[in-house]
């Protein structure tokens, strides 16, 4: 497995534990790594960083893109791969797009229901659609 796919399933680890415990991913995030191992990789730190600092934003547009589904009716594990995926799409100019939209959709491949990989890709689809101009 990529460093980078490690990382992305190591964040929505964290989103994902603390959506549940009702926890402030950051600090959560800090536990994980005083915890030492597994270590916690730099890009997964970044991601759980930067969807605390756009939570309200990233929340707002999922919830907007999700057809048929509000935000709080998600399933959880989903939740947290469009949390980690929209601020990958949105603020993270490394990556391409494609990109967090494949590792996403086989995030929920992995982790979550059946229907959950069309959704999932749906939903970013919708956003990356809405939200990232494109070049002429």
């Not at 730099?42 to 707002?60: Q, T, Y």
């Amino acid at each position: 497995m990529a460093a980078r796919t490690k990382a992305r399933k190591r964040a929505v680890d964290v989103l994902y534990e603390a959506d549940l415990r009702g926890a402030d991913p950051v600090e959560l995030l800090r536990e994980r790594i005083s915890d030492v191992s597994p270590p916690v990789p730099d890009h997964a730190v970044r991601l759980v960083e930067g969807v605390a600092a756009n939570n309200s934003r990233i929340d707002e547009l999922i919830d907007r893109h999700a057809r048929g589904w509000s935000l709080e009716r998600l399933p959880d594990v989903d939740r947290a791969i469009l949390r980690m995926a929209v601020y990958e799409l949105l603020w993270a100019d490394d990556v391409p797009d494609a990109v967090v939209i494949d590792e996403a959709v086989e995030l929920a491949r992995a982790l979550s229901t059946d229907d959950s990989p069309a959704y999932v890709n749906g939903v970013l689809g919708a956003i990356l659609d809405a939200e990232v101009p494109t070049s002429s």
